[in-house]
């Protein structure tokens, strides 16, 4: 039997999106979303935690939008004057990113862990537990990494991308998503992300998930709201993942090929 991981990110991002989560796991194949628990709207998408078991609710960890949890004060790097985290696009366009030790200046092992940490925290407090799992969000740098390594071993919790690779999960999502050049600029084109068909970018790979014991297929489902908008610009292909998330013709396929939706839970350590 197939076992596919179907993830949806940025849970708590904005209202609109994270309706459009719990939409995506009611009514569609979404069984795994990771809270941005730095954001105003986290406590919000927290309550509806609890009433679905089926869900595994890890923490995307972001340092790119929105603001951020620790002092920021004490995080001077990753912010702006208002403590609002500076946006990938910014990020990336800084000469520094090219090179690992300009990474590490733009992203400093202390203010890193200091913040993550603080995320971290701030889930447990307003969901009374930890993380199922942790995933990085957007950008993603080596001092960043590292303290989300430390982290699933401090806690004994799975790392996203350290198990998909384990497991080796990943290949068909990978390949799918290699030569978009979105992913390195973090320019995202409005009208790219209302031609977006993410039902067909899942089928172009179904063949290849199936043949693969465990597979995971990772997107970012939500509805659009005027906060999304100004937070962020992959906006508008949230609701095309979140209609691929809930396609009868892709729960149609999970059925006739006898998919079994599975979780972190499921996952070999």
Not at 2 to 25: C, E, H
Not at 182 to 192: E, L, Q, R
């Given at each position: 039997?197939?076992?596919?991981?179907?993830?949806?990110?940025?849970?708590?991002?904005?209202?609109?999106?994270?309706?459009?989560?719990?939409?995506?796991?009611?009514?569609?194949?979404?069984?795994?979303?990771?809270?941005?628990?730095?954001?105003?709207?986290?406590?919000?998408?927290?309550?509806?935690?609890?009433?679905?078991?089926?869900?595994?609710?890890?923490?995307?960890?972001?340092?790119?939008?929105?603001?951020?949890?620790?002092?920021?004060?004490?995080?001077?790097?990753?912010?702006?004057?208002?403590?609002?985290?500076?946006?990938?696009?910014?990020?990336?366009?800084?000469?520094?990113?090219?090179?690992?030790?300009?990474?590490?200046?733009?992203?400093?092992?202390?203010?890193?862990?200091?913040?993550?940490?603080?995320?971290?925290?701030?889930?447990?407090?307003?969901?009374?537990?930890?993380?199922?799992?942790?995933?990085?969000?957007?950008?993603?740098?080596?001092?960043?990494?590292?303290?989300?390594?430390?982290?699933?071993?401090?806690?004994?919790?799975?790392?996203?991308?350290?198990?998909?690779?384990?497991?080796?999960?990943?290949?068909?999502?990978?390949?799918?998503?290699?030569?978009?050049?979105?992913?390195?600029?973090?320019?995202?084109?409005?009208?790219?992300?209302?031609?977006?068909?993410?039902?067909?970018?899942?089928?172009?790979?179904?063949?290849?998930?199936?043949?693969?014991?465990?597979?995971?297929?990772?997107?970012?489902?939500?509805?659009?709201?005027?906060?999304?908008?100004?937070?962020?610009?992959?906006?508008?292909?949230?609701?095309?993942?979140?209609?691929?998330?809930?396609?009868?013709?892709?729960?149609?396929?999970?059925?006739?090929?006898?998919?079994?939706?599975?979780t972190y839970r499921e996952l070999p350590r």
């Open positions: 039997m197939t076992k596919i991981l179907f993830q949806g990110d940025d849970f708590g991002f904005t209202r609109g999106v994270t309706l459009g989560i719990i939409d995506s796991i009611d009514r569609g194949v979404l069984r795994n979303t990771g809270l941005f628990a730095n954001m105003p709207t986290a406590e919000f998408a927290v309550s509806f935690m609890k009433d679905r078991p089926q869900a595994c609710f890890g923490i995307d960890f972001n340092l790119v939008a929105g603001p951020c949890v620790s002092d920021p004060k004490e995080i001077p790097h990753l912010v702006d004057e208002n403590g609002m985290f500076l946006k990938s696009g910014l990020r990336v366009r800084d000469p520094r990113w090219q090179t690992v030790e300009g990474r590490a200046e733009l992203f400093p092992y202390d203010e890193v862990n200091k913040e993550l940490r603080a995320q971290f925290d701030r889930f447990v407090k307003l969901a009374g537990r930890k993380p199922e799992y942790l995933h990085e969000h957007s950008i993603s740098s080596e001092n960043y990494r590292k303290v989300i390594h430390e982290l699933s071993v401090e806690h004994d919790i799975p790392y996203s991308s350290e198990i998909w690779q384990k497991l080796n999960m990943d290949g068909p999502v990978n390949k799918l998503f290699a030569s978009s050049m979105s992913s390195t600029k973090k320019v995202f084109d409005p009208n790219d992300q209302l031609n977006k068909d993410t039902v067909e970018q899942f089928f172009s790979i179904a063949d290849e998930m199936i043949e693969n014991e465990r597979s995971v297929f990772c997107c970012h489902p939500g509805y659009v709201d005027a906060d999304l908008l100004t937070l962020t610009t992959l906006s508008l292909e949230r609701a095309k993942d979140a209609e691929m998330m809930m396609s009868e013709k892709v729960m149609n396929w999970v059925k006739e090929n006898n998919v079994e939706l599975i």
